[in-house]
């Protein structure tokens, strides 16, 4: 258990003494989920971290403005929106969903600030793992660039997922991509064709599933 | 000077006796600049924080590749890229130079890590404003969308600019410029004349002046 703990993201480096200290002080809430059952929905106050230990989660990040919804998987460990604890915006981007069984712990947010962030490896982590996110985020901004209408898929997809490698679900309508990426149905939807032709992507009513985006966002004609 | 201090992004909320036991331990080496004279520059290491005390800066990202430079302004209080002391790219994304004159103070990596950030306010101070910081990227990131040769344009500036409003100097050839938006030379002329007649840009040989970006954006045909 201890090493599970100490694999964590924004555990990591902690000695084992520091570990017990911190189990004496502070309360970590285990919880267990079965595949589909929800663990934090999109909107949500982000009033604590939420550490999967164990398993695979499914996070869906849906905009109702522009009619879609993008999931994505991620494999433990993992801290769930670390930057959402602090900020302007302190909810939850996405909804998290457990697609395999799920063992995770959470730990409240007064804990974080009263007793984790007198561990100076914990703040290091913490301000590191927000400043990647802020440091990743601006590239992806920088580099955004119009282009054909298979580049345009390809930067819709990058620009909002969380992780640019993975298999990934974006459910909508071609109609509406169209409008989304400025192009015209037919254009979308050939260019959609002509990726599944080559595996990249795979179609089906409502839905586009990318089996690996980081094969896809490589792919040049 | 107490109170300039305590009004500075990181500092602010601590007490008068916090600020003087600070500056016991830490040392704050003061700077004075005059207009035009670099502060720090885009690529350098980043060990430091710069706060601005007095004046208003000027930062210039500059993209070798796409060929383009973009001019922001800023006035004091600020501090200069927090975001960039930690994470794994721990360079300046931006030249910084002082376009007034200036007054500033610099506090070194080592006495953030080991001294200002034994006071929770400023360890909060610090988490707040870099998870702003990427909260404000990732909404950017997902309005991102495609749409005409001016809204490509607006979008290009949005998507690059650190402040959403103010004035902004974008230094790029208009051929450069269309071939980063994927439009032709002709259509991108037409809108920034078409936006010049309506004086919310100003064109200059090589240089596109912006006397306010937030009235620009909020321009609609």
Redesign the interface.
């Known amino acids: 258990m201890y090493d599970t703990l100490l694999d964590l993201p924004l555990l990591q480096g902690l000695g084992r003494a520091d570990l017990t200290n911190i189990l004496e002080k502070v309360k970590f809430h285990f919880d267990k989920y079965t595949p589909g059952q929800p663990i934090t929905a999109q909107g949500d106050k982000c009033d604590k971290l939420i550490f999967i230990l164990k398993g695979r989660i499914r996070s869906e990040l849906t905009?109702k403005e522009?009619r879609y919804a993008l999931d994505e998987f991620i494999d433990a460990p993992h801290v769930i929106e670390p930057?959402?604890?602090?900020?302007?915006?302190t909810n939850y981007?996405s909804s998290y969903y457990a697609d395999t069984d799920v063992s995770c712990v959470t730990i409240k947010k007064e804990y974080i600030?009263t007793e984790l962030?007198k561990y100076?490896i914990f703040?290091?982590n913490?301000?590191?793992i927000?400043?990647?996110?802020?440091?990743s985020?601006?590239n992806?901004?920088?580099h955004?660039?119009?282009?054909?209408t298979r580049e345009?898929i390809i930067n819709f997809l990058q620009?909002?997922c969380l992780n640019p490698s993975g298999e990934k679900y974006l459910h909508i309508r071609m109609e509406d991509f169209a409008i989304?990426?400025?192009?015209t149905r037919l254009n979308v939807s050939r260019a959609l064709n002509n990726l599944q032709d080559r595996g990249l992507v795979a179609l089906s009513r409502g839905e586009i599933h990318i089996p690996d985006l980081e094969k896809l966002s490589k792919y040049k004609v």
């Open positions: 905009d522009n930057y959402s604890l602090f900020g302007m915006v981007s600030l962030n100076n703040q290091l913490y301000l590191n927000i400043s990647n996110r802020a440091q985020l601006h992806r901004l920088l955004t660039h119009v282009g054909d345009k620009q909002r989304l990426i400025d192009d």
